[in-house]
């Protein structure tokens, strides 16, 4: 991560803690409601800016055969997760939903906790932030430990054993699309609906195991 993605993330962060300080201080219901739609618009803004930008320019290029350059903008790890995270605390504060009191420190630490950061998956901040301001969760819980080791390994055998297995079957008949008949067709979207959901499942298991490993 380079220092211009490490203020950007940092900003963002700080941004949205803003909203969460003001929003305390604002009574009526419409005025609550301007400052979320706001909000929304910059952190939505923001995930298209880096995301799609080379995307709208090419197709403005090409509707109004203009010549504008693509962008070459470092896209920050996980932004996705990162910024649907925030909007979910966004409109659970503008509902008054499961909200208490959050240090920035540990508002930042649930955003940027590598085990979901890259690939989820999105997680409610009172589910984490809580966990950090208990002072019981502080001292070593050896059957924790070994829980989370358990989880750890059964979710990387899904995604190193079996989705990745699976991948090369999808990969093989991608390869050889000319070859195609009705029984390789149904294979390959039985494997590669398999892939995905072992993938996904096998991440969140591994991002469990290590949120439970650190817990």
Same mark, same amino acid.
């Given at each position: 991560m380079n220092s211009q993605i490490s203020i950007i993330i940092f900003f963002s962060i700080l941004f949205n803690y803003c909203y969460y300080l003001l929003i305390q201080k604002i009574e009526t219901k419409i005025n609550r409601k301007k400052l979320l739609i706001v909000f929304l618009v910059i952190n939505i803004g923001t995930l298209m800016i880096f995301k799609y930008n080379n995307f709208f320019i090419e197709n403005i290029n090409a509707i109004f055969k203009t !010549?504008?350059?693509?962008? !070459?903008?470092? #896209?920050?790890?996980? *932004?996705? @997760? @990162? $910024?649907? /995270? /925030? *909007?979910?605390f966004l409109v659970d504060l503008y509902r008054n939903e +499961?909200? *208490?009191?959050?240090? @920035?420190i540990e508002y930042a630490l649930h955003l940027l906790f590598f085990g979901w950061v $890259?690939?989820?998956? *999105? #997680?409610?901040? +009172? /589910? #984490?932030?809580? /966990? @950090?301001?208990d002072d019981s969760n502080k001292k070593i819980n050896y059957e924790n430990l070994s829980g989370a080791f358990i989880i750890f390994v059964h979710g990387l055998f899904k995604k190193v054993i079996i989705a990745d297995t699976l991948g090369k079957i999808v990969n093989t008949i991608y390869l050889n699309l000319s070859d195609l008949n009705s029984t390789t067709a149904f294979l390959f979207a039985f494997c590669y609906t398999l892939q995905i959901y072992f993938d996904f499942s096998g991440y969140s298991e591994i991002a469990a195991g290590i949120a439970k490993f650190l817990s």
């Amino acid at each position: 991560m380079n220092s211009q993605i490490s203020i950007i993330i940092f900003f963002s962060i700080l941004f949205n803690y803003c909203y969460y300080l003001l929003i305390q201080k604002i009574e009526t219901k419409i005025n609550r409601k301007k400052l979320l739609i706001v909000f929304l618009v910059i952190n939505i803004g923001t995930l298209m800016i880096f995301k799609y930008n080379n995307f709208f320019i090419e197709n403005i290029n090409a509707i109004f055969k203009t !010549k504008y350059s693509l962008l !070459k903008l470092a #896209v920050p790890l996980g *932004i996705s @997760f @990162f $910024t649907f /995270q /925030q *909007i979910s605390f966004l409109v659970d504060l503008y509902r008054n939903e +499961n909200v *208490i009191r959050y240090p @920035f420190i540990e508002y930042a630490l649930h955003l940027l906790f590598f085990g979901w950061v $890259t690939s989820g998956p *999105i #997680v409610r901040h +009172n /589910q #984490v932030i809580n /966990q @950090f301001l208990d002072d019981s969760n502080k001292k070593i819980n050896y059957e924790n430990l070994s829980g989370a080791f358990i989880i750890f390994v059964h979710g990387l055998f899904k995604k190193v054993i079996i989705a990745d297995t699976l991948g090369k079957i999808v990969n093989t008949i991608y390869l050889n699309l000319s070859d195609l008949n009705s029984t390789t067709a149904f294979l390959f979207a039985f494997c590669y609906t398999l892939q995905i959901y072992f993938d996904f499942s096998g991440y969140s298991e591994i991002a469990a195991g290590i949120a439970k490993f650190l817990s």
